[in-house]
């Protein structure tokens, strides 16, 4: 019985060892780059998401002049950079701010359908550091609060996409109440 449970054991741990680790953030594998990707299907012509598009950025940017760049109806594209901040928390848990993080946003649309697509993290320092420095475990300046900071930024996009989906969907038609 000692055996078998000790054989189990070394299997076990063969398997955990076998799993790599996955990163906090979706990472492309080709460029080895953070990049937040999605296409949703959703009822519209180009035209009418391009508006609903333009609606949600107005809404969720305080400042949506300054944060896109590109506002292509023809093409249907949108295209924009904006900073979010990150924290760290002391040991009495006060938030304190550890810096931002530079994004560029991609929205392309077509006819029943739209991805965005958000890339070049860019760490907020004298020499815009990629935020990819954060994925390394073995870089000698490596602190645990670069999970930290991973989490939030995923966080934030979850937030994101979810708001982008919310204000794409159709309004939807009121009935007239005719007695």
């Not at 055996?3 to 492309?28: H, K, N, R, T, Y």
């Not at 080709?30 to 035209?47: A, H, M």
């Not at 295209?79 to 931002?100: F, L, P, R, V």
């Not at 006819?111 to 073995?138: C, F, Q, S």
């Amino acid at each position: 019985m000692k055996v078998f449970i000790s054989l189990i054991i070394v299997f076990a741990g063969f398997q955990l060892m076998a799993q790599e680790e996955q990163p906090i953030v979706p990472v492309d594998p080709e460029t080895g780059l953070i990049k937040f990707r999605e296409v949703v299907d959703e009822k519209g012509t180009q035209n009418e998401l391009f508006n609903r598009c333009i609606y949600w950025v107005n809404d969720f940017y305080a400042n949506p002049t300054r944060v896109t760049t590109i506002r292509d109806y023809n093409s249907g594209r949108i295209e924009g950079k904006h900073n979010i901040s990150i924290y760290t928390y002391t040991n009495d848990s006060a938030k304190k701010q550890a810096g931002t993080v530079d994004y560029v946003f991609n929205i392309e649309l077509k006819h029943d359908k739209y991805r965005y697509t958000i890339t070049d993290l860019k760490i907020h320092t004298k020499t815009r550091t990629p935020a990819e420095k954060w994925l390394n475990k073995n870089d000698p300046d490596y602190s645990p609060h670069w999970d930290e900071y991973l989490q939030q930024i995923a966080d934030f996009f979850a937030e994101w996409s979810s708001s982008l989906k919310t204000k794409m969907k159709p309004e939807v038609k009121k009935t007239k109440d005719d007695w």
